[in-house]
């Protein structure tokens, strides 16, 4: 198994407990890169994406760049290499300004920002290289995934994260907005079964684009809640002005996922906090102890 990340917004570590895996550490945009990675592979996941919406709102060539020239470039890189079938990334952005709930697959409106409009252009692509070329496409609509090794820090963070990492350093979390706000949120590991569902899935998928999430809703409000709850307690949330280029409600149907590849959610949101709190207090717990061994060997050291 090749995996290829420019581990701009990951982590190598994260692919430690893999075993064997050959790591290519280069730009999505580089054809000799994805060239390589597509070597002797029947089935391609293209997961990668300079993800978040304000970062397009701020540069939005980059985001176009990374998103669409990447993807053109390993659509091409695995036609090339007689790949079978690729299962892409796409967002629940695509659905921009189409008020519907919850949201179906047909009923995309306008795109919203140069991320959302990235990943329509990712699913335009995707349609040309089937017909064009008869690589088997299925894109997944991501609705706010979630979960452990989620990186909390920087501008551009997910709000799960974001939430957790202030609860557990009893800050406020920061809400964009009067926090009414709903989204649907998809545990990681139900992001990873839809992949691999897509993977085995019969011809009747193909050429098609589904919504993958939990299928219920919350609003920020209700969120910064549970989190704060699961961690036992903290401060309120702290409101900021809301960010251009947010949608103000999500929910997905999964209607034709279910029917399509057998997909469904397996767990709670109230199960998912925990089991991501539960991650971060470990990493925590590591790190502390680590800091500590290098202050004592240095006081060894030194004394």
């Not at 691999?196 to 920020?220: I, K, M, Q, S």
């Not at 103000?248 to 109230?270: F, K």
């Amino acid at each position: 198994m090749s995996v290829l990340d420019d581990l701009s917004t990951g982590r190598a570590e994260n692919l430690a407990h893999h075993g064997e895996v050959e790591r290519l550490t280069k730009d999505l945009r580089d054809p000799e890169a994805c060239a390589a990675a597509c070597r002797d592979v029947e089935i391609v996941f293209h997961q990668a994406a300079l993800g978040s919406v304000p970062r397009s709102l701020a540069d939005p060539a980059t985001t176009i760049a990374v998103n669409v020239a990447g993807t053109a470039t390993l659509f091409a890189a695995a036609r090339d290499a007689g790949v079978r079938r690729v299962v892409y990334a796409s967002s629940s952005s695509v659905y921009g300004t189409s008020p519907e709930l919850p949201k179906r697959e047909g009923q995309e409106g306008a795109p919203l920002s140069p991320y959302a409009t990235s990943k329509s252009m990712c699913e335009d692509l995707a349609a040309v290289f089937g017909r064009c070329f008869g690589l088997e496409m299925i894109g997944l609509r991501y609705f706010n995934v979630y979960g452990p090794r989620q990186r909390p820090d920087g501008p551009y963070a997910a709000v799960v994260p974001r939430f957790v990492a202030a609860a557990l350093d009893g800050l406020p979390p920061v809400i964009y907005g009067d926090g009414e706000q709903s989204r649907d949120f998809t545990w990681v590991g139900d992001a990873v079964q839809a992949n691999l569902l897509a993977a085995t899935a019969p011809a009747a998928a193909v050429g098609r684009a589904f919504n993958v999430a939990g299928g219920r809703r919350v609003d920020l409000l209700e969120l910064a809640r549970r989190v704060r709850d699961a961690a036992g307690g903290g401060p309120e949330p702290r409101h900021e002005a809301p960010r251009p280029g947010d949608v103000r409600h999500s929910l997905a149907s999964l209607e034709a996922v279910e029917e399509a590849l057998g997909y469904l959610p397996t767990i709670s949101l109230a199960d998912g906090i925990r089991a991501t709190l539960e991650h971060a207090r470990r990493v925590a717990a590591v790190s502390t102890n680590a800091a500590a061994s290098r202050i004592a060997a240095g006081s060894t050291a030194t004394g």
